[in-house]
């Protein structure tokens, strides 16, 4: 069964960071390109970040590249999202996301509130 558990969500303010974690279990985690969404109040889910398998490739969407940094640990099953300069547009709840035999799975996101 595949599960896909984040954290690391929270309140900070702007200028401030996260560190988000996802967790993944039930596929092998090291197969496959792990990516990081968002979906913010009224609108659509947005992909946020991508890595390669092995970490060697990773894209960003344009509101974030250069504030975020996405990364792995395959010995862990565990994707991270570094967010720095955080500004109040970043709220949003974060998903993690991986694609396997052309079936997304999610998991159940983590709420990042960006405020003073």
């Known amino acids: 069964q595949v599960q896909l558990v984040e954290s690391g969500g929270g309140l900070v303010q702007p200028g401030g960071s996260l560190r988000l974690s996802c967790v993944a279990s039930g596929f092998t985690f090291s197969s496959l390109a792990m990516r990081w969404y968002r979906q913010a109040p009224g609108k659509e889910r947005e992909r946020v970040a991508l890595?390669?398998?092995?970490?060697?490739?990773?894209t960003y969407a344009d509101s974030v590249r250069g504030r975020f940094t996405i990364s792995r640990d395959n010995a862990k099953n565990t994707v991270y999202l570094q967010m720095n300069s955080l500004k109040p547009e970043d709220t949003a709840v974060y998903y993690c996301n991986a694609l396997i035999r052309g079936n997304d799975y999610w998991g159940q996101g983590t709420q990042v509130t960006v405020s003073s």
């Open positions: 890595i390669s398998i092995f970490g060697s490739t990773t």
